[in-house]
Structures are given as structure tokens and as C-alpha cells.
């Protein structure tokens, strides 16, 4: 290369250079010695001179003509450096000067997220702060409610969590919902049920199940009970009465409703007036309704339609405790000789207390107002005798005074 050539392509790389120089790129993204300074510079050997100059995003690809070396004679190597300058120069494309105005930091493509490998300098690692570590295992929910929004939500409605780590499959269950996904949808789903605002905390306490349970499944279970003539009022009270009412599928809620048809022989009107004043009914076991309706016919002795009688009456008949009400019909049948009729006439006598019925039937038969006959005067009917406070009773029924029926108790 001439000493000619040398200069020209001297003088041009340092015009690129101090062009890209304001670029102001820092670091890493500093431009590199993508010129080849070896190639313009030294490598005079070489029979091209070419040079591809890669820049980064937002700049142009700049590609230099090739000069090729060739033999010229004395007296026109000044002038063939000339063109040749020229020529160079001229290859090198225009560069806008707003390419080097705007802050080439706008073009760059967002820096890598953080390896959890990556070092750190010890300024910085003494700048971070670091949370309190989620507990693998715990016996409570009360280390992962500041961990999951779905505990917060449920603390606020008023759920008790205490009830829900009785049940630690569950307890993890709900810990891996999402409030937004899983559970939002359901608790609005209750509310259009007609479970109130104050009872929602209530009912997912008793039935965190619920929370689980896809709200199809959900809605199909309403459909049914709509297509059985429930009224809307009547839904929202036995949902609300029976919270597992909704975990029934609906072959199994309509296997209850016959069940109850069936045995007690009642029409769909009385069915569903049925299990609408005791909706457990549906959720419960069958096993204490099905040997209460065997006590009541085979060792009380009452048919068919006084039983039918008396539960619709009052449906906790089914599911009271079969000894109680065994020791209150053998006191009312046999020691007060009560009959059946006036039994099945007033069936909310099961429902007291049988030491409640024995002081006020000795305390009447001791002064002598032991009337349970409606044919004749002074009859006392077993309603008034279990159901009306002690001043009423004294004062009305027994014409006497607290006072002496206090002591009379304390005779017995």
C-alpha cells in the first residue's frame, strides 16, 4: 500500500471512528473494534481492503467498497490516491444527525432478569431484604395467611380458620386456590342463592367443602331444586339451614326426596314442606330417621297417618334422640295415661324436657288439677303444660304461687 492510500484510509477510519464515538454506548455495549484496524492499517499485504461495520439496534449496517492494490505509475499516484480517496469516502453512507441526537437507550431491548447465581457485590447484598421464610409444614394457618390473599379474603368475611385445620387435606386444598379463579365466583354464586353477607363467613366455616366444588356442579344442583317447584325463598333458606345441602349430587338429592315421600306416604306439597322446615333432612344420615319411624309404629304403637300427623308437624321427630323420646311417651302414655289421639294431636310434647313434665304433672296432681281430659272442666292441654313459663303456669294453670311451686320441686 502507498504511503498515499495509507493517509486516505488513515483519515477515513478516524472520521467513522469519531462519528461512532458519539454514541456514547458505556459498558458492555461500548461499540467494538469492528473496524479490523488490522486490515486498514498493517495488513498492507492483503489484496482487498474490505470492511463490514455491524452496529447496534437502531443504526444502519455500513459496508465499505472493497479498494483493490494496484501498480501506477509516478506521476499519477497522487492523483489515483485522490480518487481513490474520494472514492472511499464517498462510499461511507450519511448518517442523520438525529441518529445521534435521541437517546439510544429507548432502543435497547429490556436488560435480563436476575439469575438467583448471578453475583452481587457486597454493597448491594447488604441492601437486600429478605421476608420471612414460608414454613414447609405447620400445625396452623395462621403462618401462611400473610402468604396467601384466599386466607385473607376468608378472614375478612368472617371464616374461622381454627374450624379448617381441623381438616389438613382440606386446609392444603385451599391453600392452593386462587381467590380471583376459585373462589370469587362462589362466594357471589352463594349470595344469589340467597345466602346473606353476614352468613357467608358462618357458612364456609361449617362448609369449607364448598370452596372445592366446581360451580357447575354448583348451579346444576340449584337447577334441580328449582325443577322440583322449590320456591326461590325456600332455596335460600335450606341452603342456609343445611350448608352441605350443595356437595349433594343431584341423583342423591333426588334419592332423599323419594325416600321421604315414599316412607311417610306425603304428597310433593307435603314433601316439600317437609324438608323445607328441616333441610338437614337431605344432608343428614337416614339410619336415626329410619328407626325413629320403627319406634314410633311398632313400640308406640301409632299408625300410618298419625306419624304422618305428627312429623310434619314437627320434622325433628325424626332425628330426636330415641331414647328421649321413648322415656316421654312412657311417662305421657303410662304414668299420666295419656292416649294416643292426644298425643298426635299435640306432638310438640316431644320436643320438652321429660323432668320438665314430671314436676308440673305431680305438682298439678298434688293439688289435684291434673286434668288431661278435654270432656271434662279444668282441662289442661299438654301444650300449655310443657310450653309456658313457670309464672304463667303457677299463676293460670295451677292457681297457686311461684313460691310453692319452688318448694314443691325441691320435694322431689
Request: aromatic share 10%; with cysteine.
Given at each position: 500500500?502507498?504511503?498515499?492510500?495509507?493517509?486516505?484510509?488513515?483519515?477515513?477510519?478516524?472520521r467513522?471512528?469519531?462519528?461512532?464515538?458519539?454514541?456514547?454506548?458505556?459498558?458492555?455495549?461500548?461499540?467494538?473494534?469492528?473496524?479490523?484496524?488490522?486490515?486498514?492499517?498493517?495488513?498492507?499485504?492483503?489484496?482487498?481492503?474490505?470492511?463490514?461495520?455491524?452496529?447496534k439496534p437502531?443504526?444502519?449496517?455500513?459496508?465499505?467498497?472493497?479498494?483493490?492494490?494496484?501498480?501506477?505509475?509516478?506521476?499519477?499516484?497522487?492523483?489515483?490516491?485522490?480518487?481513490?480517496?474520494?472514492?472511499?469516502?464517498?462510499?461511507?453512507?450519511?448518517?442523520?444527525?438525529?441518529?445521534?441526537?435521541?437517546?439510544?437507550?429507548?432502543?435497547?431491548?429490556?436488560?435480563?432478569?436476575?439469575?438467583?447465581?448471578?453475583?452481587?457485590?457486597?454493597?448491594?447484598?447488604?441492601?437486600?431484604?429478605?421476608?420471612?421464610?414460608?414454613?414447609?409444614?405447620?400445625?396452623?394457618?395462621?403462618d401462611?395467611?400473610?402468604?396467601?390473599?384466599?386466607?385473607?379474603?376468608?378472614?375478612?368475611?368472617?371464616?374461622?380458620?381454627?374450624?379448617?385445620?381441623?381438616?389438613?387435606?382440606?386446609?392444603?386444598?385451599?391453600?392452593?386456590?386462587?381467590?380471583?379463579?376459585?373462589?370469587?365466583?362462589?362466594?357471589?354464586?352463594?349470595?344469589?342463592?340467597?345466602?346473606?353477607?353476614?352468613?357467608?363467613?358462618s357458612?364456609?366455616?361449617?362448609?369449607?367443602?364448598?370452596?372445592?366444588?366446581?360451580?357447575?356442579?354448583?348451579?346444576?344442583?340449584?337447577?334441580?331444586?328449582k325443577?322440583?317447584?322449590?320456591?326461590?325463598?325456600?332455596?335460600?333458606?335450606?341452603?342456609?339451614?343445611?350448608?352441605?345441602?350443595?356437595?349433594?349430587?343431584?341423583?342423591?338429592?333426588?334419592?332423599?326426596?323419594?325416600?321421604?315421600?315414599?316412607?311417610?306416604?306425603?304428597?310433593?306439597?307435603?314433601?316439600?314442606?317437609?324438608?323445607?322446615?328441616?333441610?338437614?333432612?337431605?344432608?343428614?344420615?337416614?339410619?336415626?330417621?329410619?328407626?325413629?319411624?320403627?319406634?314410633?309404629?311398632?313400640?308406640f304403637?301409632?299408625?300410618?297417618?298419625?306419624?304422618?300427623?305428627m312429623?310434619?308437624?314437627?320434622?325433628?321427630?325424626?332425628?330426636?334422640?330415641?331414647?328421649?323420646?321413648?322415656?316421654?311417651?312412657?311417662?305421657?302414655?303410662?304414668?299420666?295415661?295419656?292416649?294416643?289421639?292426644?298425643?298426635?294431636?299435640?306432638?310438640?310434647?316431644?320436643?320438652?324436657?321429660?323432668?320438665?313434665?314430671?314436676?308440673?304433672?305431680?305438682?298439678?296432681?298434688?293439688?289435684?288439677?291434673?286434668?288431661?281430659?278435654?270432656?271434662?272442666?279444668?282441662?289442661?292441654?299438654?301444650?300449655?303444660?310443657?310450653?309456658?313459663?313457670?309464672?304463667?303456669?303457677?299463676?293460670?294453670?295451677?292457681?297457686?304461687?311461684?313460691?310453692?311451686?319452688?318448694?314443691?320441686?325441691?320435694?322431689?
Amino acid at each position: 500500500m502507498t504511503s498515499a492510500s495509507y493517509c486516505m484510509c488513515k483519515r477515513s477510519f478516524l472520521r467513522i471512528w469519531n462519528s461512532a464515538f458519539h454514541l456514547h454506548f458505556d459498558g458492555h455495549h461500548q461499540i467494538k473494534r469492528y473496524f479490523f484496524v488490522h486490515h486498514l492499517l498493517t495488513r498492507a499485504s492483503t489484496p482487498l481492503c474490505k470492511k463490514i461495520l455491524p452496529l447496534k439496534p437502531g443504526l444502519n449496517t455500513y459496508v465499505f467498497s472493497s479498494m483493490r492494490r494496484t501498480s501506477e505509475p509516478d506521476g499519477t499516484s497522487d492523483a489515483g490516491a485522490n480518487s481513490e480517496e474520494s472514492s472511499f469516502v464517498q462510499a461511507v453512507p450519511h448518517i442523520q444527525p438525529d441518529s445521534f441526537n435521541r437517546d439510544p437507550l429507548t432502543d435497547l431491548e429490556p436488560a435480563a432478569p436476575l439469575s438467583p447465581f448471578d453475583e452481587i457485590s457486597e454493597d448491594e447484598a447488604v441492601q437486600l431484604e429478605a421476608g420471612p421464610l414460608l414454613p414447609a409444614a405447620s400445625f396452623t394457618l395462621r403462618d401462611y395467611v400473610d402468604h396467601s390473599e384466599v386466607l385473607r379474603k376468608l378472614v375478612l368475611i368472617g371464616v374461622d380458620l381454627s374450624r379448617l385445620e381441623q381438616r389438613p387435606h382440606l386446609a392444603t386444598a385451599i391453600l392452593k386456590l386462587d381467590f380471583e379463579k376459585d373462589v370469587k365466583d362462589k362466594l357471589f354464586f352463594l349470595k344469589d342463592v340467597g345466602v346473606e353477607n353476614h352468613q357467608l363467613g358462618s357458612f364456609v366455616t361449617k362448609n369449607p367443602y364448598i370452596l372445592v366444588v366446581d360451580i357447575e356442579s354448583l348451579q346444576k344442583r340449584v337447577s334441580y331444586l328449582k325443577s322440583k317447584k322449590f320456591s326461590k325463598e325456600s332455596i335460600a333458606r335450606m341452603v342456609s339451614g343445611a350448608p352441605y345441602l350443595l356437595n349433594f349430587s343431584v341423583e342423591r338429592l333426588d334419592n332423599r326426596l323419594g325416600f321421604f315421600q315414599k316412607e311417610l306416604a306425603l304428597n310433593p306439597q307435603k314433601t316439600r314442606d317437609l324438608v323445607k322446615r328441616l333441610p338437614r333432612l337431605l344432608t343428614g344420615s337416614l339410619e336415626p330417621v329410619k328407626e325413629n319411624l320403627k319406634v314410633c309404629q311398632i313400640e308406640f304403637g301409632f299408625r300410618t297417618n298419625e306419624i304422618q300427623h305428627m312429623v310434619t308437624r314437627v320434622p325433628k321427630l325424626l332425628t330426636a334422640n330415641k331414647k328421649k323420646i321413648t322415656h316421654i311417651f312412657d311417662y305421657l302414655h303410662n304414668a299420666m295415661g295419656i292416649p294416643h289421639n292426644l298425643i298426635v294431636k299435640f306432638p310438640q310434647i316431644f320436643n320438652g324436657k321429660l323432668l320438665r313434665i314430671k314436676e308440673r304433672h305431680l305438682f298439678l296432681k298434688h293439688l289435684g288439677r291434673a286434668q288431661y281430659d278435654p270432656t271434662h272442666p279444668h282441662y289442661i292441654s299438654l301444650d300449655r303444660l310443657v310450653a309456658t313459663p313457670d309464672t304463667v303456669f303457677c299463676n293460670e294453670i295451677a292457681k297457686s304461687s311461684q313460691q310453692d311451686f319452688e318448694h314443691f320441686q325441691k320435694t322431689l
